[in-house]
């Protein structure tokens, strides 16, 4: 299947700092990537839909001023999580779409944030 | 929204055959089913996408009846590293965002 990647793999950050995850598709392009947000023990939350070259779309209770979206290019989309708090620590994972040969979302390896 | 009801976890033995049922009674007629597994602090792994029938890879096989209200994702000799979670999957059409709902549990033993 294809791949994503995901930078950093995990983060440690102060409160009141801002931490930037990049998620990448390696070997197609994306034109929608999506982020997750999953809790210990609970499923994946999704977050927000990220379109190239366009807003992004944040689910009902995600602040967009909060967590910035950035989708530059078909391989590359950028979650910024600004004025971190402890409650932000979470793991992030990000999908992309792959359109072809079927329509199916592959995901990275997730970004564990911890902000203490 | 696509809601998917599956058992929260599910016990076997290693060599054994598991079978996880899931239910989506309001999935949209283009839509695929799609299987993935999750293993702790990992993101979720793509296993199968079926529409109809029958689709068999080199990891697992999903059946799907034809009034596509359900489907079965079939595990031939299970092995410890089989352990995860598996979520059955919907496409929202609206967003065509994946909706994940609670996922199964499966604990495989010696």
């Known amino acids: 299947g294809a791949v994503v990647s995901q930078h950093p793999s995990w983060v440690i950050c102060k409160s009141g700092t801002s931490v930037k995850i990049e998620c990448r598709s390696l070997d197609f392009q994306a034109t929608t990537m999506f982020w997750y947000r999953q809790f210990p023990k609970q499923s994946l939350m999704l977050m927000a839909t990220?379109?190239?070259?366009?807003?992004?779309?944040?689910e009902q209770g995600v602040e967009k001023d909060k967590f910035l979206i950035n989708h530059a290019s078909l391989t590359l989309s950028t979650l910024t999580v600004t004025s971190a708090h402890p409650e932000d620590s979470s793991f992030y994972i990000c999908?992309?779409?792959?359109?072809?040969?079927?329509?199916?979302?592959?995901f990275g390896p997730g970004t564990r944030l911890t902000v203490l | 929204l696509a809601k998917t009801t599956q058992p929260i976890s599910m016990d076997s033995y290693e060599g054994q055959e598991v079978n996880i049922t899931c239910s989506h009674n309001?999935?949209?007629?283009?839509?695929?089913i799609t299987w993935y597994q999750q293993f702790p602090s990992q993101g979720p792994r793509f296993i199968i996408q079926?529409?109809?029938t029958k689709v068999t890879n080199e990891v697992a096989s999903l059946f799907i009846p034809a009034d596509r209200k359900s489907s079965t994702l079939s595990l031939p000799r299970v092995s410890l590293s089989d352990t995860a979670v598996y979520y059955c999957?919907?496409?929202?059409?609206?967003?065509?965002?994946?909706?994940f709902g609670s996922g199964t549990r499966l604990q495989v033993q010696p």
């Open positions: 079926g529409y109809k």
């Open positions: 990220s379109n190239e070259g366009s807003k992004a779309t944040y």
């Open positions: 999957l919907g496409m929202d059409t609206g967003r065509r965002a994946l909706t």
């Open positions: 999908s992309a779409r792959d359109r072809r040969p079927t329509d199916t979302q592959y």
């Open positions: 309001n999935i949209a007629t283009n839509d695929y």
